[in-house]
């Protein structure tokens, strides 16, 4: 099993709304990550979590803030977003060992914002 | 910062027709991932090169690393339509720790019924 499941698939909201996304493993990987990706390009990482910990923060506005509840749950807390925060937010996560380098995907979350 | 480009950005060809994409970096990753991406969903791993000058086959698909590890190229023998979509090649940089990801510009590939 490499799923990775994101909820909800679509979101819209509007500048004022706090929402969140959530995303799920059960495959022991120790390593979650948030991108973001816009149309037609390639996906940008936000955050990762090693650990259950925050390790990488690729300068994120505040608007967007992660948590990682325990080592399968990864959120991502979404409040005063503007419009062009408008694209595919993607959960991915990676196993230790050898094969670390090795990032799995969830479907993405679709967010508009209105 | 590392980057990796991919060629070509888009590519629209015939059923049954042969391909190549490529992904050149002036930078030498410890391993490279290729993922396929279909629209509104998550990309998805294809594969997976260590060694330079590694060559890994799936089905119609030859991967290969290059012998510095710097490049890579997926060859597409016998397109077909399913194999539509955003192909991503993504490098771990050597000798980082674990989680960073460079991805490349990305390929769109049609394949024409």
């Known amino acids: 099993d490499t799923e990775v499941t994101q909820t909800p698939k679509h979101l819209v909201m509007g500048m004022t709304n706090k929402k969140s996304l959530k995303c799920e493993q059960h495959?022991?990987?120790?390593?979650m990550y948030w991108y973001k990706q816009k149309a037609k390009k390639p996906p940008e990482l936000m955050f990762v979590y090693s650990y259950e910990k925050l390790s990488i923060n690729e300068s994120v506005p505040s608007r967007f803030s992660p948590e990682c509840p325990n080592s399968s749950l990864l959120n991502l807390h979404l409040h005063a977003l503007q419009p062009e925060d408008s694209a595919l937010y993607l959960c991915?996560?990676?196993?230790?060992?050898?094969?670390?380098?090795?990032?799995?995907f969830g479907a993405g979350t679709r967010l508009s914002v209105l | 910062t590392q980057l990796l480009e991919q060629s070509p950005q888009f590519l629209s060809i015939q059923e049954g027709e042969n391909l190549t994409v490529y992904c050149n970096s002036s930078?030498?990753?410890?391993?490279l991932q290729w993922y396929r991406q279909e629209p509104g969903e998550g990309p998805v791993l294809l594969v997976t090169?260590?060694?330079?000058?590694e060559v890994k086959k799936l089905k119609r698909l030859t991967f290969q690393f290059g012998d510095a590890r710097k490049d890579s190229s997926l060859h597409i023998t016998a397109a077909q339509p399913g194999d539509t979509g955003l192909y991503l090649c993504a490098g771990a940089p050597r000798g980082f720790g674990n989680e960073k990801l460079t991805f490349g510009t990305g390929t769109r590939l049609t394949i024409i019924p």
């Open positions: 495959m022991g990987h120790r390593a």
């Open positions: 991915a996560s990676s196993p230790e060992g050898s094969t670390k380098n090795i990032q799995y």
């Open positions: 930078s030498v990753f410890s391993s």
């Open positions: 090169v260590v060694t330079g000058g």
